[in-house]
C-alpha cells in the first residue's frame, strides 16, 4: 500500500510516497520538463515520480539516496511501457511496488548484524503486474535523463529554516 497522489493536489502530494503528473499531449522536451519540475517539487517526500506521456507509458523517477555529492545521481529516470493502456498511476505504482519488494529482499536476506545493500539497482527490464482479472506486462528503459545536481537532491532542512535558541518563535 501507498499513499498516492497527483502532482496538481499540493497537500495530498507533499505526503505521498508515489506522485503522478499529466504530461499526456506534450512533446518529449515539455514531458521531461514536467518529470523534472515535480521531481523539484516533491523531493522530500516520494520515493516515485512518474510524469504520464500516453495511455501506454511514462517517464518515472526512482529515489536513491546514496548519491551524496552533486556529481552522483538522486536517482534514476526510466521509461515504463505497456503494449495495453492502463491508468495513469499504473506505470509508477508498478516501480514503486518493484522498489518496496527490492528493499523486502534485499533486508531479508543479509544475515543478522550485518547492513543491506544501500545502493538501488536499476529496474528489470521487464516487469508484469497482477491486476485482477488481468495481467499486464511492461518494458522499463533508461529515459536518458542526467539525474546529477539538483535533480531531487534533498537539501539538509538548516539551510532553509535556521535555528536561532534566544528567538521565542523557535521555542
Same mark, same amino acid.
Given at each position: 500500500?501507498?499513499? /498516492?497522489?497527483?502532482?496538481?493536489?499540493q497537500?495530498?502530494?507533499? #505526503?505521498?510516497?508515489?506522485?503522478?503528473?499529466?504530461?499526456?499531449?506534450?512533446?518529449?522536451?515539455?514531458?521531461?520538463?514536467?518529470?523534472h519540475?515535480?521531481?523539484?517539487?516533491?523531493?522530500?517526500?516520494?520515493?516515485?515520480?512518474?510524469?504520464?506521456?500516453?495511455?501506454?507509458?511514462?517517464?518515472?523517477?526512482?529515489?536513491? #539516496? =546514496?548519491?551524496?555529492?552533486?556529481?552522483? @545521481? =538522486?536517482?534514476?529516470?526510466v521509461?515504463?511501457? $505497456?503494449?495495453? @493502456?492502463?491508468?495513469?498511476? /499504473?506505470?509508477?505504482?508498478?516501480?514503486?511496488?518493484?522498489?518496496?519488494?527490492?528493499?523486502?529482499? $534485499?533486508?531479508s536476506?543479509?544475515?543478522?548484524?550485518?547492513?543491506?545493500?544501500?545502493?538501488?539497482?536499476?529496474? @528489470?527490464?521487464? /516487469? =508484469?503486474?497482477?491486476?485482477?482479472?488481468?495481467?499486464?506486462?511492461?518494458?522499463?528503459?533508461?529515459?536518458?535523463?542526467d =539525474?546529477?545536481?539538483?535533480?531531487?537532491?534533498?537539501?539538509?532542512?538548516?539551510?532553509?529554516?535556521?535555528?536561532? @535558541?534566544w528567538?521565542? /518563535?523557535?521555542?
Amino acid at each position: 500500500m501507498h499513499l /498516492l497522489a497527483p502532482a496538481s493536489d499540493q497537500l495530498i502530494a507533499a #505526503n505521498a510516497s508515489v506522485v503522478v503528473a499529466d504530461a499526456r499531449h506534450q512533446e518529449v522536451p515539455q514531458a521531461q520538463s514536467t518529470l523534472h519540475d515535480a521531481v523539484a517539487r516533491y523531493r522530500y517526500g516520494a520515493l516515485v515520480i512518474g510524469a504520464v506521456t500516453t495511455p501506454h507509458s511514462a517517464l518515472v523517477w526512482i529515489r536513491d #539516496n =546514496t548519491g551524496r555529492h552533486l556529481e552522483e @545521481p =538522486t536517482g534514476y529516470a526510466v521509461e515504463i511501457r $505497456s503494449h495495453r @493502456p492502463g491508468p495513469a498511476e /499504473l506505470y509508477p505504482s508498478v516501480l514503486y511496488t518493484w522498489l518496496r519488494w527490492w528493499a523486502d529482499q $534485499s533486508r531479508s536476506s543479509v544475515p543478522p548484524g550485518d547492513r543491506a545493500p544501500l545502493q538501488l539497482p536499476q529496474p @528489470p527490464t521487464e /516487469l =508484469t503486474a497482477l491486476l485482477p482479472g488481468a495481467q499486464l506486462h511492461f518494458t522499463v528503459r533508461d529515459a536518458g535523463l542526467d =539525474t546529477r545536481g539538483g535533480w531531487g537532491r534533498t537539501v539538509p532542512q538548516g539551510y532553509f529554516e535556521p535555528f536561532d @535558541p534566544w528567538d521565542p /518563535l523557535f521555542r
